[in-house]
């Protein structure tokens, strides 16, 4: 496209702004930006935008509690309240993954910024003795699931891997699984796309430059999940391979069951086309969704979206009404997620995300804001609840399932590596525990499962030492996924046995830590 017909288009869509530098650019820059512009929408974004906004405007003034219903009992799995259910769950879903009907699709858009790193937040070591990354977590349980539907089935069973990348993250996160040759997953069943990318705009409606010659893009948020399957190709793939049910995840999570059998299971013997996983709520002022039903319709409703009143109501047996945490972690059949990817995609509302977006000013400096300049628009993995016919919600122990890593290590702060990690390790301690081991002290004592409150070597009312050392650190305990996906297996391996509070256990074997290694 020559420049003047890409001024005019751009004149007609009020963004003539975006060539302001056009002769500073060398030829280079330029056919660059020909390029990122000539691949736009401009109508489309500019509809996008007006929608956004008047949404925006909107939601601020209205609360959502009139509408608001918590979760039936009747969808609800509950995994405390349900415990006899669980193993008939577990084994329909093991079945389906023996079939190859279950699919696992992980959304990997984001970069470690908030970590302070720039690549990838799947390639994060978070510090486990074993210095695996998020990526490798989560294969090594896909392979140890497959396995394990093999010994129940005697049949080999695939669960192909959809790992949804953004621009940012999609070519240092190919290299990074080919150079560990997809850690043992047939490079086949690994299937990597691109979510969509929309510029960031601000207060006007004018597209943000980020330098002279480039605009500053953001990925299209997790829900630019369903455009990104109908244009690359993935439902296709999925038909072709006989994909029934898909997982969906977010790769923050180092707890994630991937592809949980009794998840999948449990949306299999209720018919459903949509499942939510929840963890329960027990602050009401967490900033963590709700799923619950508004207007009759399935939902997640944000923190900031209700009353204090209204989070703050309980039911009978004293839990929160609305109690269902949203921890973004769905199981869709893939007939629904073929609707919406078909039909319901283009009603799919944009979030505005306020942000400090730096830009090039018309002077051609590069500006840093210090305050909110601009918006991002993103849409929702959650906003397709709407549309499902059969929605159910499965309640899972947080300490067993959910530890996100979002920020960076420092005091007080949440959701960071050793968060993480604490998390992991704590839950193989119990793991062990519930097999039959022991960890004992340097005098030969057993420690107790569960960290005690007052102060390292204090005692509890039952005359017990704390768990806590001196560093107030959990016990040091990492079990491999390829030896065991959720707790299972490990009798033969720890029943009866004691072992010194520094252990791992892989498939080579069990291994007491010294301080310097193994």
């Known amino acids: 496209m020559d420049p003047s017909r890409l001024a005019a288009r751009l004149a007609e869509a009020g963004q003539s702004h975006l060539l302001q530098f056009w002769k500073e650019l060398s030829p280079e820059e330029q056919s660059d930006l020909t390029f990122d512009l000539q691949g736009m929408d401009f109508q489309e974004i500019n509809g996008f935008f007006q929608k956004a906004m008047e949404t925006s405007s909107g939601s601020k003034q209205e609360k959502m509690d009139a509408r608001m219903e918590p979760v039936p009992r009747e969808v609800l799995g509950s995994v405390t309240r349900d415990r006899e259910r669980l193993k008939d769950w577990e084994e329909a879903g093991l079945r389906c993954i023996s079939q190859s009907k279950v699919a696992v699709l992980l959304l990997a858009g984001g970069q470690g910024t908030r970590l302070g790193v720039s690549y990838p937040k799947g390639m994060y070591d978070v510090g486990l003795p074993s210095h695996k990354t998020l990526f490798e977590i989560q294969a090594q349980r896909i392979l140890k699931l497959q396995q394990l539907a093999e010994q129940n089935h005697h049949v080999k069973s695939h669960v192909p891997w959809y790992i949804m990348t953004s621009g940012r993250t999609m070519e240092a996160t190919k290299a990074y699984f080919s150079q560990h040759q997809y850690f043992g997953l047939d490079q086949n069943n690994v299937i990597f796309f691109q979510q969509g990318m929309l510029p960031a705009m601000d207060y006007e409606g004018k597209i943000l430059l980020e ?58 013997k209720k018919g459903a086309d949509c499942g939510a996983k929840v963890v329960e709520k027990t602050n009401p002022t967490e900033a963590v969704g709700v799923v619950c039903k508004v207007d009759g319709h399935y939902k997640v409703v944000e923190y900031s979206e209700i009353t204090l009143a209204t989070a703050e109501r309980r039911s009978a047996d004293g839990r929160l009404l609305f109690n269902a945490g949203n921890v973004a972690n769905h199981v869709f059949s893939f007939s629904f997620l073929r609707d919406v990817v078909t039909k319901y995609e283009p009603e799919l509302q944009h979030h505005v995300a306020q942000k400090k977006i730096p830009y090039v000013d018309p002077e051609g400096r590069l500006v840093k804001p210090d305050k909110p300049n601009g918006i991002k628009m993103e849409k929702f993995v959650f906003d397709i609840f709407q549309f499902a016919k059969t929605f159910v919600v499965y309640e899972v122990l947080r300490e067993d399932e959910f530890s996100p890593l979002k920020n960076a290590d420092s005091q007080d702060a949440k959701d960071t590596p050793t968060t993480a990690r604490h998390a992991l390790m704590s839950l193989h301690h119990r793991w062990l525990l519930t097999a039959g081991g022991h960890f004992i002290d340097e005098n030969g004592r057993h420690v107790p499962a569960i960290p005690r409150s007052g102060g390292a070597g204090s005692f509890s ?3 017990k030492t704390n768990l806590k050392d001196g560093t107030d650190l959990p016990i040091k305990c990492e079990i491999s996924p390829l030896v065991s996906y959720g707790g299972e297996g490990l009798e033969e391996l720890v029943k009866g046995k004691e072992f010194q509070p520094n252990l791992m256990i892989d498939e080579t074997g069990v291994h007491q830590l010294v301080k310097n290694g193994v």
């Open 461 to 463: 009312d039952d005359g």
């Open 211 to 268: 330098t002279r010659g480039k605009l500053s893009m953001a990925p299209d948020g997790n829900g630019g999940l369903y455009r990104a399957l109908g244009n690359q190709g993935i439902m296709e793939d999925m038909e072709r391979r006989g994909v029934e049910f898909v997982h969906v995840y977010c790769v923050d999570n180092i707890l994630v069951k991937v592809a949980d059998p009794a998840f999948i299971g449990f949306c299999v």
